[in-house]
């Protein structure tokens, strides 16, 4: 009995117990939908994930801010002032393992007026660092400077989205003056758009969510911020980032101490690394691979014993069949392999329909996914992880198999003869 | 083994010596603290083209005896010689290949495969005995259900034909193999009286090709239609008659 003969007999008897093999199947189904959509889910939170890590700076940045006093402390609220430009030039004089600073002052959500057209966004005062260390890029003109801190000139950078709403069509921002509470500032440069993925039609253009904050807004230099709008040094947020990604663990204490000695011993700062938030992530993918490929684990298990059972049931409905082939010159290896043959069809077309069913759940979890997050990143199974669900459902399917096919296999031919 | 390629159910080679001799052959089953013997030193040489029908009641040791011809069963003891080879003591994979090329079963229950139509049930049998391709054994497989005259119920399943057809079928599976000897056991056991006399005279053409026909039976009606009648009892040969 060849391969062919043996998987076309396998067809055979699955199409004369429809029922019965898609039943045995169920739980091969079941497994290989629950395995590959964990790994395809898994693996495309962690790849959004990346890239959000990304956006933010990646995992050199590190992000310190205001935080309330531990208990010991809270008596001295009245001093806490939180961050300020001190606390920026203290750590730019005493952390050599910080390359870029990058000071915030938010001015607030202001009305942005030119000749003609107006548009409602947020301004906020920055230092030139702000670009590398959010690792931004410009489209056209330049970035706020050294220079215009120290002059605290009235010039403005703008984000892509609100570039585009204030000058629809091919018209060039830069050069062009506008208005902010009324004062005028110069145009000096346009922010490059960032697309963090998700859906195409969304993400590019900056419209939903994530992207649209992102490539909204209007940059003056921080000193003018300070001067013309919060008439305070309190900073809305200190980002730096470290030349390398491994200078973080030291990066830290180091500005950690300085802080300490400028807050006069108040811990009222916080640091958060996007390390320490990938590491949470891949808390939460492991959570999920566990949770998810036990799922898949167990189906499969139960699978195999599906596959098993129904494996034997029809071996004892078919003594009498087995009988007649070894009566005929079947070998004890030519039954081991039909039978083998028939759990691998079983398990084989198992993981087909469990490769349409993971479809059916990716589908179903991205379009969740969509209606909650806009800009979330869309799951698609990978070839590989088909294949290789396939090739796992059909490994599961064999292994229950093989003691199925050995009691065929040793049955005695006189016996199963008479066998009734 | 076979020396001819043609399409021709001629029984196999070496037709100078017997298709088989049976020497002091026995076969013991311990039952319990008890032996059985079901055979108890059976002599008996069969020539080529031989229609030999073994009669007995029940117990007589007569199943026994088509078994281990059949190669469905090992002996316990004597010596077995099959054209010309001694094979009183073959390993199993052996003894399938003798069966699968040497030998042909006709059963009572004619026991064709239900979800395989008739062309596939002829087919089987060269499957597992390897010798010939795809459209070879196909080939074969037609010539001999022609030769049983269903060729109009090529592609029918065992369950659309009467009982009398099952049978015919069963024999061309039987034949297609070009087998030294057919082994039948009570093949007209389950058929009524026309189609046991059609199927008779089907058997009895089959030697006129030289093919050697052991019939197991019960019934002295159908035994007296072989040339050769053996009546066992209790394990041994009572009567070896030729007509």
Known sequence: MNFFAAINNGLRELWANKVRSLLSMSGIILGVAALIAMVTVVQSMMGGFRK?????????????????????????????????????????????????????????????TLPGRQVNTVVTGVGPDWVPVNKRELARGRFIADLDLLQKTCV????????????????????????????????????????????????SSGRGGISRWMNNGVYIPLDTAISRFTGNEVLSALNVSVGRAEDILHAVPQIENILLQTHDGLQDFRLETNEAMLADFQKTEASFTYSLGGV????????????????????????????????????????????????????????????????????????????????ATTATVKPVIMLAGLLFSMGVGLLAGIYPAIRAAKLDPIEALRYE | MTDS??????????????????????????????????????????????????????????????????FMD????????????????????????????????????????????????????????????????TARAEHAIERVGMTHRLHHRPSQLSGGERQRVAIARSMVNRPGIILADEPTGNLDSKNVGRIL??????????????????????????????????GKIQEDRRR
């Open chain 2, 74 to 137: 090992k002996a316990t003891g004597g010596e077995i010689i099959f054209e010309g080879e001694d094979v009183s003591r073959i390993s199993a994979a052996r003894r399938a290949w003798y069966r699968a090329n040497r030998v042909g079963f006709i059963f009572q229950a004619f026991n064709l495969l239900p979800r395989l139509s008739v062309l596939e049930n002829v087919i089987l049998p060269m499957r597992y005995s390897r010798e010939c391709d795809m459209r070879e054994a």
């Open chain 1, 296 to 375: 898949a684990g167990i189906s499969l298990f139960v699978g195999a014993i599906g596959i098993m059972n129904v494996m034997l049931a029809s071996i004892n409905e078919r003594i009498r069949e087995i009988g007649v082939r070894k009566a005929i010159g079947a070998r004890g290896s030519d039954i081991f392999f039909q039978f083998l043959a028939e759990a691998g069809v079983i398990s084989f077309l198992g993981g087909v329909l469990g490769l349409g069913v993971s479809f059916g759940i990716i589908l179903a979890m991205n379009s969740i996914l969509a209606a909650s997050i806009p800009d």
């Open chain 2, 5 to 70: 390629r043609s399409i021709s159910f001629a029984a196999g080679p070496r037709e100078s010596v017997p298709l088989a001799v049976l020497r002091d052959v026995r076969k013991t089953y311990v039952m319990g603290d008890e032996q059985v013997h079901a055979l108890d030193g059976v002599n008996l040489t069969i020539d080529h083209g031989d229609f030999l029908a073994i009669l007995g009641p029940s117990g007589s040791g007569k199943s026994t005896m088509m078994h281990i011809l059949g």
């Open chain 1, 52 to 112: 959000f890590v990304e956006l933010r700076g990646g995992i050199e940045k590190i992000q310190i801010s205001k935080d309330d006093l531990p208990k010991e402390q809270e008596h001295l609220a009245g001093l806490s002032v939180g961050i300020t430009v001190r606390d920026m030039k203290a750590i730019r004089v005493g952390a050599p393992l910080v390359r870029y600073i990058s000071p915030e002052i938010r001015a607030g959500w202001e009305q942005i």
């Open chain 1, 156 to 203: 403005a950078v703008l984000g892509a989205y609100t570039a585009e709403v204030l000058f629809p069509g091919n018209e060039e921002p830069v050069g062009k003056k506008l208005k902010i509470r009324g004062t005028t500032f110069t145009i000096v440069g346009v922010l490059a758009p960032v697309d963090p993925g998700g859906p195409p039609g969304r993400g």
């Open chain 2, 201 to 234: 005279e089907l058997l009895e053409s089959l030697l006129v090709e030289g093919l050697t026909v052991i019939m197991v039976t019960h019934d002295l009606g159908v035994a007296e239609h072989a040339r050769r009648v053996i009546a066992m009892r209790d």
